[in-house]
């Protein structure tokens, strides 16, 4: 199921990279805002959100969000996701099944945690209504780092 999502949001992302002119993914948008729209923690770090996207269907929900603006190249994002069946869910970690039930990626020029890696514990939930979105991730990433996002309001 969450490879079927999988393989959309990565051809979403390949056409994104591609230079388009106008929205990004599904509910995109290329209008920088005045502030950050939230922050994530990566290793103790804050990092401030500039840019999200999203990609849902049948299968599942997916957020991307990164500390770059939409129009510059996306070296550094953050994806997660879970299946359709747990939208609105708070999903234990140590519980699921990678790849299966939630899904994670990051990416920074020097750090990469690829969704083939099953995060060590934790917890996710994204759940959405309309354009409204629900997300708290609090995991800890395979090599021990922590990572945490909270988030609620629009991607538009």
């Not at 056409?15 to 939230?38: F, R, W």
């Not at 994530?40 to 999200?52: A, H, L, T």
């Not at 190249?73 to 997660?80: D, F, I, L, P, R």
């Not at 997300?135 to 990572?147: E, H, M, R, T």
Request: proline letters at 4%; a negative charge; glycine letters at 8%.
């Amino acid at each position: 199921m969450m490879k079927r999502l999988f393989a959309a949001f990565i051809a979403v992302l390949a056409l994104a990279s591609c230079g388009k002119e106008e929205g990004g993914l599904e509910g995109g948008t290329d209008i920088q805002p005045a502030e950050p729209i939230g922050a994530y923690i990566f290793d103790g770090e804050e990092f401030p959100v500039w840019s999200m996207d999203y990609v849902a269907d049948e299968t599942g929900l997916m957020v991307r969000f990164s500390p770059l603006t939409e129009d510059k190249k996306q070296t550094t994002y953050a994806v997660v996701g879970v299946n359709a069946t747990l939208v609105g869910k708070e999903l234990d970690i140590e519980n699921a099944w990678n790849n299966d039930e939630y899904y994670f990626i990051y990416e920074d020029p020097v750090m990469y945690y690829s969704v083939y890696r099953k995060l060590q514990s934790g917890t996710m939930m994204i759940d959405r209504t309309g354009d409204v979105f629900d997300i708290n991730v609090s995991v800890v990433l395979p090599d021990g780092k922590d990572f945490s996002f909270e988030y609620h309001g629009q991607i538009n």
